[in-house]
């Protein structure tokens, strides 16, 4: 399978396909990945700067949905270009990105309305710590900038001393998920499946480094602009492609990549949850080796669609 891969934010391809190459040496030769630029400049996501040069980039200079729109429109010239591709996988920002786009093409699919922008589907997607999801359309969303401010205050509080780290908690969703802070794997279906191992956990700087970086980011980026996303209780539309999740049980922002499973169908939704992974691609042995199963299986499902 041929995979668009799009970078986290504070980082650029070269970076990715880096943090990815450990993964990409245990996966099918016959797999090949095209790792693209986000066009907006941004400060180096925590710790990146020490250890890689930049630019440092970013897939959204707004929030707003014209903004959101054009980064959509900017995701489908890169398809139109050099496509066809079967599969996307995204990190953070970039995994948010690619759930959105898909998101809207099955609504523009339901509504008999495909057009030209949304009109190259994945056969699967791979989503790494996603981050919270926007909308480029009123119609297909919900104003969510209430919640942004919420998390803006949330964030700001952590810098303040107020909240303390927490795991991952209990999702209440429409479907049975797993015990998140168990270290035993737990089946939804017969495809739809949760994977847990551990993994060593990053240090406290690069935790506060994070929600420092978000939480700043969210004052500069919403300014006077009303916000929209997928919220779960009123997005009639879900992804349709097989999809693997890899979330770190503590990843300051895994409440988004618990939604973002509520938006991609059950039976064809793998779940490989790092328990004590943070905001980060998996870098253990076992966490790498369950991660290319994970990865194939998936491959495999969307190969038989």
């Not at 990105?97 to 030209?116: K, M, P, R, V």
């Not at 996303?229 to 979330?247: K, M, R």
């Amino acid at each position: 399978m041929r995979f668009l891969c799009l970078h986290g934010r504070g980082t650029n391809s070269d970076i990715f396909e880096s943090q990815l190459a450990a993964l990409f040496s245990r996966l099918s030769p016959e797999h090949s990945f095209d790792f693209i630029d986000a066009p907006y400049h941004c400060s180096a996501a925590p710790g990146i700067s020490k250890i890689y040069d930049g630019p440092y980039l970013a897939w959204h200079s707004r929030y707003d949905p014209v903004h959101i729109a054009e980064i959509h429109e900017y995701i489908d010239s890169v398809i139109n270009e050099d496509g066809p591709y079967d599969g996307v996988i995204g990190f953070s920002q970039g995994a948010a990105l690619a759930a959105s786009f898909l998101l809207c093409h099955e609504y523009t699919h339901d509504q008999a309305l495909l057009d030209s922008r949304h009109a190259a589907a994945f056969k699967v997607a791979i989503f790494f710590n996603s981050v919270m999801l926007f909308s480029p359309s009123e119609d297909i969303g919900a104003d969510i900038t209430d919640t942004i401010k919420k998390q803006e205050e949330k964030h700001m509080g952590f810098l303040r001393g107020e909240s303390n780290e927490q795991t991952l908690p209990e999702p209440q969703i429409r479907f049975k998920m797993p015990n998140w802070s168990s270290s035993s794997s737990t089946s939804l279906s017969s495809i739809a499946s949760v994977s847990t191992i551990s993994e060593d956990e990053p240090s406290d700087e690069i935790k506060w480094a994070r929600k420092r970086s978000v939480a700043f980011e969210s004052q500069s980026l919403l300014k006077e602009h009303s916000v929209y996303g997928f919220p779960t209780d009123n997005i009639p539309h879900q992804i349709a492609i097989p999809t693997l999740h890899v979330i770190g049980a503590k990843d300051e922002f895994s409440e988004h990549s618990q939604t973002l499973t509520m938006l991609c169908q059950r039976e064809k939704a793998e779940i490989f949850l790092i328990k004590d992974g943070g905001h980060d691609i998996p870098r253990t042995k076992a966490a790498l080796d369950e991660c290319a199963r994970l990865f194939e299986m998936v491959v495999m499902m969307g190969s038989i669609r």
